[in-house]
């Protein structure tokens, strides 16, 4: 969501970026995926939105976790100016056998109830907070609503339940396709992707600018968005 690219946005403004957030379908108050709507693809969306602002080439594109797998698609397709990757974690094709499940009516219910009511537990989103930081100065300090208000409001479980099946893959094949220059962010004590997560994604990008982000939690654009708003002014420059 834009919630949690805020301090890295205002870092690289100061830079004098334009610094352009979205939130992507089911994230922060967009709109919510149902088994009644006509899917239209995350990239498909934020292409349309690039080229009515700027043309392709002109743009820097910028993906945390899943929303790095958007950034390699985009970048696949689209001749962007270069490529930011911070923990990416690349989207894989939902198993056909798990869909009546994920999208039943009971789990459905079920992840809006946990939503909408577990997240008003103010020392547990913390406790996730510092999870996904490993900052537990930041995960005090955190203004919780950033997070809890957008996943409380209309519908956030189900919407993720239809998105994990929606979700167009990552084309992980093809990143030799991406020509532009890449910066590629990892941080150490990321609990969200595994080992091989991480393996696979350097792999794809052996010319990559790699950085590491030193006792680095998942959710680092946030809590060490200083750190590496300097590390990608670098790069870029």
């Not at 052996?206 to 590496?228: D, F, S």
Request: hydrophobic letters at 40%; a negative charge.
């Amino acid at each position: 969501s834009t919630f949690s690219w805020q301090n890295m946005a205002d870092e690289m403004s100061s830079d004098g970026y334009e610094c352009v957030l979205v939130d992507l379908p089911d994230f922060g108050y967009s709109t919510r995926e149902t088994k009644d709507m006509e899917i239209v693809d995350r990239e498909e969306l934020v292409k349309q939105l690039m080229l009515g602002i700027a043309p392709a080439e002109e743009w820097i594109i910028a993906g945390h976790s899943m929303g790095g797998g958007v950034a390699i698609n985009l970048a696949i397709e689209m001749p962007v100016k270069a490529l930011l990757l911070y923990c990416p974690c690349p989207q894989n094709e939902f198993p056909q056998w798990a869909k009546g499940i994920c999208t039943s009516t009971a789990m459905e219910f079920a992840m809006n109830v946990f939503f909408k009511y577990f997240t008003k537990i103010t020392p547990l989103v913390r406790m996730v907070i510092y999870a996904a930081t490993n900052d537990w100065d930041f995960a005090k300090s955190y203004d919780v609503s950033g997070v809890t208000a957008p996943v409380q409001y209309n519908g956030f479980g189900a919407g993720m339940c239809e998105m994990m099946y929606n979700v167009r893959p990552t084309d992980m094949a093809n990143t030799d396709k991406i020509t532009c220059p890449v910066l590629l962010c990892q941080a150490e004590k990321d609990i969200i992707l595994t080992g091989s997560i991480k393996a696979q994604v350097n792999d794809a990008f052996p010319n990559a600018e790699k950085y590491t982000v030193a006792n680095g939690g998942h959710q680092c654009i946030e809590n060490r968005a200083t750190e590496l708003s300097e590390v990608t002014t670098d790069f870029l420059n």
